[in-house]
């Protein structure tokens, strides 16, 4: 499989998804530590949809990394639980 990032551009990647990685479960945690107190269904869907969007930015960044699939099938795993993780956010904000 050739890489066609430079290795400037794969350090950085590795940078924001690091961030991504940290704030997106900090959010995810304290939003399920909310619901835990609360027993709010909603704030149990933000929860999930920070937690799926945090595990897409992840498992993108570990299949470039660790399986060496191209950029465009880990991009395309992003997007896809991105989508779903963005849609229980809009579940969440309609839930009572």
Known sequence: MVHTAS??????????????LVLGGLITYFSF????????????A??????????????????????SVDLA???LIDSILTFIGFAVITYSLYVE
């Open 46 to 67: 933000l929860a999930l949809g920070f937690g799926v969007i945090t595990t897409g930015a992840l498992l993108a960044g570990a299949s470039d990394v660790l399986l």
């Open 7 to 20: 290795p400037t551009i794969a350090t950085f990647i590795i940078i924001v998804k690091t961030g991504i």
């Open 73 to 75: 099938t880990g991009v």
């Open 33 to 44: 530590k909310a619901y835990r107190n609360t027993g709010s269904p909603a704030l149990r």
